[in-house]
């Protein structure tokens, strides 16, 4: 009994050849080179956040990348704005490249051929199927508890162990990553019960020093409760962004959410005064207007520590949470 010690190996960790199975969602603009670095050094899987395909972001955040084992990830529909952009990221970043928000079919033939996993996230069954049918390598299934996008119809619980199902029988072969509420080592332990390989984490790293946001944001997330977050489309439409139907984002329920709010065609008139207002005070620290873009699970963030303290305290929490139940069985 004295010698019993758990760790936490996965299809996941075997498959991407990292030490812990924690993943950094690919964070627009959280997720740069320094963060991506530092979850890879702790043993997890750094995902440089490619965005909206911003090239320029991209290339300075590629310049901070201090490991080769990062991977990249991109919000799909974007990608035909600089289709280079995903040639250049599969060929700097072979270890995996994470695709959101679109159909991954366009773009399997490219990834498949470069030899880098394929990482698509999706938030239904149906997409999880679709998925594995065009060769995704692992699946992250995303529950509406998230922070960012998403279609917010499924919830993590839930709809973790139907993919496992589904995917059991379908491709079996094929990791799952829960998303979606998960910040600390219960959420790790949970999430591998309901059979997932892993976790993919936005909401607990952003709250992390290496994140690049505002430190007046992290402090946001500190100082909420997870009963402060909302999905809505505002901040979208006074960025002139146009998701695909359905996608909303989950961010803090601030000073301008509770303005707009059930007034999203007034102001889509005012937008270009509305986007000045919200740069500016993104800029100058001022988070009753600026977007917090964050999950529930900032119910459970109360402090803002390094990246790499992060994985490694998720991880021995887990362990240890495993080993107390294990330690009852065997002495029971
Ligand atoms: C600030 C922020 C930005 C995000 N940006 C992206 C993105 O650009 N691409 C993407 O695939 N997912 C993005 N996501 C969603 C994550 O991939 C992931 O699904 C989510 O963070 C998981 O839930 P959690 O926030 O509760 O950990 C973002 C999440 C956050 C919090």
């Known amino acids: 009994l004295e010698e019993f010690v758990v760790t936490i190996e996965t299809r996941l960790t075997k498959r991407l050849r990292i030490k812990h199975p924690i993943v950094l969602a690919p964070m627009t603009p959280a997720s740069g080179g320094a963060l991506a670095s530092a979850v890879a050094a702790a043993g997890g899987l750094g995902l440089l956040g490619g965005g909206y395909v911003d090239r320029v972001w991209f290339e300075a955040e590629s310049a901070k990348v201090t490991r080769p084992d990062i991977g990249a990830g991109f919000i799909a529909w974007t990608i035909p704005e600089d289709p280079g952009l995903l040639d250049y990221a599969l060929e700097r970043y072979p270890r995996a490249m994470m695709l959101s928000y679109a159909d991954p079919a366009t773009y399997a033939p490219k990834i498949k051929k470069a030899g880098v996993p394929m990482i698509c996230q999706v938030h239904t069954l149906e997409q999880a199927l679709h998925a594995v049918d065009i060769g995704a390598d692992v699946i992250v299934a995303q529950g509406t508890e998230a922070g960012g996008h998403g279609l917010g119809v499924r919830s993590t619980m839930p709809l973790v162990p139907a993919v496992v199902d589904a995917l059991a029988a379908r491709a079996p072969e094929v990791p799952v990553l829960a998303a979606g509420g998960i910040a600390d080592g ?147």
Do not use: C
């Open 186 to 332: 219960r959420g790790l332990a949970a999430a591998l019960m309901l059979g997932a390989d892993g976790v993919l984490m936005g909401t607990r790293f952003y709250a992390t020093q290496e994140a690049l946001v505002p430190s007046a944001a992290k402090a946001a997330v500190v100082a909420a409760t997870g009963d402060e977050t909302v999905r809505t489309s505002i901040y979208d439409i006074a960025n002139g962004r146009f998701w695909p139907e359905g996608y909303t984002g989950r961010v803090v329920r601030n000073d301008f959410v509770k303005k707009w709010l059930g007034h999203e065609d007034e102001l889509k008139r005012v937008r270009a005064e509305e986007l000045k207002k919200v740069q500016q005070a993104f800029g100058s620290g001022d988070f009753d207007v600026g977007n917090v873009t964050v999950g529930e699970s900032i119910g459970l963030i109360h402090d803002v520590p390094k990246a790499g303290d992060v994985v490694e305290r998720i991880v021995a929490e887990a362990e240890a949470s495993f080993e107390k139940y294990a330690r009852q069985r065997i002495a029971a």
